[in-house]
Nanobody, 123 residues
């Protein structure tokens, strides 16, 4: 089973950008689809986007479509979340998850999570 660790969070002004990383260790990363989720205080964890095993196809929530981009580098065992045009409502802890099945990454049941990285967007 793969282990995940997110990094790259921080404090950014509205309209700015951040790039998050999800680094994997353990089993062959190319065998996993990877998703990004976020959880704001007092809210449920919500889907942000996901990529298939090869990284050649991605899928996004409507709230981030056109602003966020996911990329997967299997050679580096890392998935990235490039976030542009950030808004205060993007403030949350961001998590990545992984599964051998793409639909499971998107819809669950979820079994592999990182510890999360905090993103705070101020106006």
């Amino acid at each position: 089973q793969v282990q995940l660790e997110e990094s790259g969070g921080g404090l950014v002004q509205a309209g700015g950008s951040l790039k998050l990383s999800c680094a994997a260790s353990g089993r062959t990363f190319s065998s996993y689809a990877v998703g990004w989720f976020r959880q704001a205080p007092g809210k449920d964890r919500e889907f942000v986007g996901a990529t298939i095993k090869s990284g050649s196809s991605t899928y996004y929530a409507d709230s981030v479509e056109g602003r966020f981009t996911i990329s997967k580098d299997n050679a580096k065992s890392t998935v990235y979340l490039q976030m542009n045009s950030l808004k205060p409502e993007d403030t949350a802890v961001y998590y990545c998850n992984a599964d051998g099945v793409f639909n499971t990454v998107v819809s669950g049941p979820y079994s592999i999570w990182g510890q999360g990285t905090q993103v705070t967007v101020y106006s």
